[in-house]
């Protein structure tokens, strides 16, 4: 598998982070152009990296990463780049670390040629906006062959490579004297530094060309990463103000040093507002006035992460960006630094561009780009605080909507937002390659109705999906006790065609050794096709999925949430009443750590004109974030009491929960309370005679036998339901479509 990982507009897109999410299930990451001009900043566990030459995965150490063929490498910041990590306890090694005998050399005159010019060009008005890091020069002199290649400092006792560097030296001897009235350089002076690279370096230098064909041959999944954008591509960019290579994808096999071969994917990186470093022309920074743009300058810290200049800033240019997109041929595409802006009453977005009055057709980089007038759309803000949300659902809908805007004016689906700096502070939606799913949020309403649809079909004739799953694989990681929804999910997957593995509590694991979740998804991930988890911890199988490379389904977390028996209760209800909306629903029991209870009344919310009877003792009422998170947003209707009795002729449905032990940890408090309500026969005739009883099963003493012959009892019906809603999920999640209707669940796959 090999996929690019691209700027859609100026560069500083944030590729940093994409690839260092992409790095979590890659085998090797490349860098295949540019140098040391730009940086990429990822922040992770150990602190924020700025990382200049290194690529981003080198802060996987099981990652190897290679320095490309297309690249021009100053080998003195990138020993210092190395010795600084490598002091944060980040391994560089020969092993993990691979530069190509093809790169071209930054020698130590590049960096000095680049700033004389500069400030020559300075003075007359026209200077670049260069970094003054000798990257232009250093590819000038690659195309002049008047220059070194790494390979070159493995040979430099030879005849050959010295006459070269004799020859090398004259000439720029020659150039720096000539035009800029330097010192000459001494050709045993040149000689002594190369010797020194040599010394530190010739371990890491190597055929990466050979070594990276090797490893697409053998199946082995490659990030190929890109620096700067579209904009500074040397021939797509904004010329003369653009970098000295090629920053398109098209590029990116040539670059790394793999030409014969095709990439499968490309990543276009694109952050949720326009910044640029450099000069040349910039419409988005003349829409809204520089109080604005400082504005949202100290917001997104929008400062060179290689240089440390501020950025020009402005809002969401879709113009440039289309144009972007088609330079780089993306077919996912990435939106970063969503979260910045969170404070803004109002969000403008660059929907045109007119020239004396008249709308311009196309982005056009020969055009009088300076002189264009951006035409500006004005959309709400959210003014909420982003960074905890982890699905689309938990967006706010203006922060949707934004998004949104943004694809129809791009005409391209955006799967990946990034709401925070940090690693796991991302959701995904969309045409993702592996989907999870750690709560009913995770699939849309109507990705949520097409399951249960697929899950009827199912129970109506099991028949045509009998093989589907033939060859593949479900691995049960269950860290507490489970019946039913562990076998359930290993019947489901054996119905299927597939086989299951699996361990059936934490002591069967590694995790009695201390391997960690995300470790044991790797591995895991390995053996199987997908995975269902149940954990004690809140968050464990969101964490796994972080980890996985296929798909992670949450059996259950702690008190937090368990989404396939939410979808189960809503086929059961669903079933027995004909319909998910203008329901009353009375939840009884343990409300405070019924995970099931929490699932449910989210996923209940989604349909119109529910009503919620919450029944509990005070010790185990709905917690306050269900409140905060759920019910008061969406302005659910709720009632909260303690008398079971009084309400049961109210309601359309009723779902008992056990009092559960294992949640106490006062074994007084849990003798108190465990039988505080009791349905049995005679209380049960006081309820409707349509209202279906509900559990999540086990019961304890909560529901009395003699309930179990009256035909509202639906808890064995769950039990049923559980096996093909469980046999849906998985099909959803593998991307099989459906034989009868040939459609996926989840056309995103």
């Known amino acids: 598998m090999l996929t690019a990982v691209t700027g859609i507009n100026w560069g500083d897109e944030g590729k940093g982070r994409v690839i260092d999410l992409l790095a979590e299930n890659a085998d090797i990451v490349a860098r295949y152009q540019g140098g040391n001009n730009a940086g990429h900043t990822v922040v992770t566990e150990k602190g924020k990296f700025i990382l200049n030459l290194l690529p981003s995965g080198i802060l996987h150490p099981e990652v190897t990463c290679v320095l490309g063929t297309g690249m021009v490498i100053d080998l003195e910041h990138l020993a210092g780049e190395m010795e600084a990590i490598e002091a944060r306890g980040v391994k560089v090694e020969p092993e993990n670390l691979k530069l190509s005998d093809k790169a071209t050399i930054s020698m130590p005159w590049h960096k000095v ?160 507002y326009s910044t640029c470093v450099g000069a040349g022309p910039f419409a988005a920074e003349n829409a809204m006035g520089e109080a604005w743009n400082e504005k949202l300058r100290k917001a997104g810290g929008e400062y060179g992460a290689a240089t440390g200049r501020p950025r020009r800033v402005g809002p969401f240019d879709c113009v440039a960006s289309r144009y972007g997109l088609q330079c780089q041929g993306a077919d996912k595409i990435a939106l970063t630094k969503l979260d910045v802006l969170s404070s803004m009453k109002q969000i403008p977005v660059i929907t045109g561009y007119k020239l004396d009055g008249v709308e311009v057709p196309r982005f056009d980089t020969l055009s009088d780009l300076d002189r264009v007038q951006p035409v500006v759309t004005l959309l709400p803000g959210w003014n909420k605080d982003i960074s905890g949300c982890r699905s689309w659902a938990e967006l706010p809908k203006e922060a949707k909507a934004y998004v949104e805007f943004l694809e129809k004016q791009l005409g391209h689906e955006i799967q990946f937002v990034s709401t925070g700096a940090e690693r796991e502070k991302f959701v995904l939606q969309g045409r993702m390659a592996v989907r999870h799913f750690i ?97 004690p911890k809140e968050g464990a199988p969101l964490r796994a999925s972080m980890y996985a490379r296929v798909p992670v389904i949450n059996a259950g977390d702690g008190g937090h949430a368990h989404p396939s028996q939410t979808m189960i209760d809503l086929m059961t209800i669903r079933q027995r009443k004909g319909r998910l909306d203008h329901l009353t629903i009375g939840f009884c029991g343990d409300l405070k750590f019924g995970r099931t209870v929490h699932s449910l009344t989210a996923a209940l919310s989604q349909f119109e004109g529910n009503r919620f009877v919450f029944i ?134």
């Open 616 to 749: 509990s003792p005070e010790e185990l009422r709905i917690p306050q974030y269900v409140k905060d998170e759920t019910l008061t947003p969406l302005h659910q209707n709720y009632k909260e009491t303690a008398d079971l009795e009084a309400e049961l002729p109210g309601l359309d449905v009723l779902y008992m929960t056990r009092i559960q032990q294992e949640r106490f940890f006062n074994e007084e408090d849990y003798l108190r309370l465990k039988g505080c309500y009791a349905l049995d026969e005679k209380l049960l005739q006081q309820a409707p005679p349509t209202m279906p009883v509900l559990h999540p099963l086990p019961r304890i003493d909560e529901i009395k036998p003699d309930v179990d012959n009256d035909p509202r009892a639906a808890y064995f019906d769950q039990v049923h339901n559980g096996v093909y809603i469980r046999m849906a999920i998985i099909l959803a999640l593998l991307g099989i479509p459906d034989p009868l209707t040939g459609k996926k669940v989840l056309e995103s796959i």
């Open 439 to 535: 709560e009913p949020g995770s699939f849309s309403l109507a990705e949520q109705l097409a399951l249960l649809d697929l899950a009827d079909r199912m129970e109506a004739d099991p028949a045509p999906y009998a093989h589907l799953c033939d060859g593949r694989i479900l691995a049960t990681l269950f860290y507490e006790p489970s019946t039913r929804t562990r076998l359930s999910f290993e019947s489901a997957m054996l119905r299927l065609g597939g086989k299951t593995l699996g361990f059936a509590g934490a002591q069967l694991s590694s995790a009695t050794k201390g391997e960690t979740v995300a470790d044991t998804a790797r591995v895991v991930s390995n053996y199987a096709d997908v995975i269902a988890m149940r954990h």
């Open 113 to 272: 040629q680049d700033g004389l010019e500069e400030d020559r060009l300075a003075k007359k008005g026209g200077a670049f906006g260069s970094t003054r890091r000798g990257i232009a020069y250093a590819y000038s002199d690659k195309y002049r062959k008047k220059t070194l290649r790494l390979g070159d400092l493995l040979h430099l006792d030879e005849e050959r490579t010295q006459n070269r560097l004799h020859m090398i030296l004259d000439a720029k001897n020659m150039e720096l004297a000539g035009c800029y009235h330097q010192e000459p350089m001494s050709y045993d002076a040149l000689l002594n530094w190369c010797r020194q690279q040599a010394a530190y370096f010739a371990p890491f230098i190597c055929d990466v060309g050979a070594f990276l064909q090797q490893a697409h041959d053998s199946g082995k999944r490659i990030v190929l990463e890109a620096q700067l954008g579209a904009m500074r591509d040397i021939d797509y960019g904004i010329f003369p103000f653009t970098s000295s290579s090629n920053t398109l994808a098209a590029y990116a096999p040539l670059g790394a040093g793999i030409p014969n071969c095709k990439l499968d994917h490309v990543v276009g990186v694109l952050k949720a």
